[in-house]
């Protein structure tokens, strides 16, 4: 898998039914980027945050994403890559 940044943070999103396995990599770039089980970048989001993300983690259902930053801000993701808050 090449990513362009250091990886800070990551999370595993397991397998739930009728969906695939995802992996979450926060980078120092304040981007983070959605990978597959076979490394394939499925979804890279460039500016998630100004500065590196600290922290991503999958909420226990998978439905939602949770991402902190050096800016100080925490942000809710869909499962998409979609800023819901």
């Known amino acids: 898998m090449d990513v362009d940044s250091s990886v800070i943070c990551m999370d595993w ?3 739930a039914k009728g969906s695939a ?3 979450s990599l926060g980078c120092a770039d304040g981007s983070f980027k ?3 089980k076979a490394g394939r970048i ?3 989001i ?12 999958w ?24 800023m819901r808050s």
């Open 13 to 15: 999103l397991p397998v």
């Open 21 to 23: 396995e995802v992996l």
């Open 34 to 36: 959605l990978a597959s």
């Open 42 to 44: 499925e979804k890279n």
């Open 46 to 57: 460039a500016e998630a945050h100004s500065g590196a993300i600290i922290c991503i983690k």
């Open 59 to 82: 909420s226990y259902e998978g439905a939602a994403l949770a991402s902190s930053g050096e800016d100080g801000m925490i942000k809710i993701w869909s499962k998409n890559g979609m």
